[in-house]
């Protein structure tokens, strides 16, 4: 079954702290990996688009890596205004359908 | 510009009444998507549509009806709904469900259903 799980769950760092957000999936032939960004009560935010294992993109303090299992979410030296929940989602079903994971709640402290 | 616009932001309804959400988008987008959201949970897919055709239905209650009149818009009609159809619902469009692009989402209309 295609399975796509986010971790940690919520992450609470300092301004300045940096840290990694995971997002493994299990799917019957991936068809591309998704960022997004998501603030309370708005819409997600399209980050990046990832296609192949070894692929990175980067904007900002955010750097998207892909391996064959799993994704990794890099934000380097954050500030409060990188709070929010981060999604990532992958295609499937002929990339028909977009599904999330779970999400991870980060929020910075000043 | 990668905008998706949905209108009304917020709208409370009765569990008699009947509304409709609507979607636009200006993107030259084929795919366009309904999803539902509740608190501090992942969006969750409601219908797929393709070249202006329904091509998914996640088993969704019929008393929620979508339409595409045509390629920029999408709607969403709502009839007798319940208190747990209260959600965050959102209106995404890709380039084509054909390729593997990603997604743009629009602010998304709060439904209350009282």
């Known amino acids: 079954e295609d399975q796509v799980t986010q971790s940690p769950e919520a992450l609470r760092l300092q301004e300045g702290e940096s840290s990694s957000l995971n997002c493994s999936y299990t799917?019957?032939?991936?068809?591309?990996l998704f960022w997004y960004r998501q603030d309370p009560g708005k819409g997600p935010e399209f980050l990046f688009t990832?296609?192949?294992a070894g692929e990175e993109k980067e904007k900002e303090r955010l750097k998207a890596t892909l391996t064959k299992k799993e994704s990794f979410l890099h934000i380097t030296a954050p500030k409060p205004e990188d709070s929010a929940t981060y999604l990532c989602?992958?295609?499937?079903?002929?990339?028909?359908?977009?599904?999330f994971g779970q999400g991870t709640r980060l929020t910075i402290n000043p | 510009d990668t905008e998706v616009t949905q209108t009304p932001k917020h709208l409370v309804m009765g569990m008699t009444n009947k509304k409709s959400l609507k979607c636009e988008q200006h993107?030259?987008?084929?795919?366009m998507y309904w999803y539902k959201q509740k608190a501090k949970k992942p969006p969750e897919l409601m219908f797929v549509?393709?070249?202006?055709?329904?091509?998914i239905n996640e088993s969704v209650p019929s008393r929620f009806s979508p339409e595409c009149p045509n390629s920029s818009l999408l709607n969403l009609h709502l009839h007798a709904l319940q208190p747990e159809d209260s959600a965050l619902y959102l209106c995404?469009?890709?380039?084509?469900?054909?390729?593997?692009?990603?997604?743009?989402f629009g602010q998304g209309t709060r439904l209350t259903v009282v």
């Open positions: 995404a469009s890709s380039q084509s469900s054909l390729i593997f692009t990603e997604a743009f």
């Open positions: 799917v019957s032939g991936l068809r591309g």
């Open positions: 990832l296609y192949s």
């Open positions: 989602a992958v295609r499937i079903q002929g990339a028909q359908k977009l599904v």
């Open positions: 993107m030259g987008h084929r795919a």
């Open positions: 549509y393709s070249y202006e055709k329904l091509s």
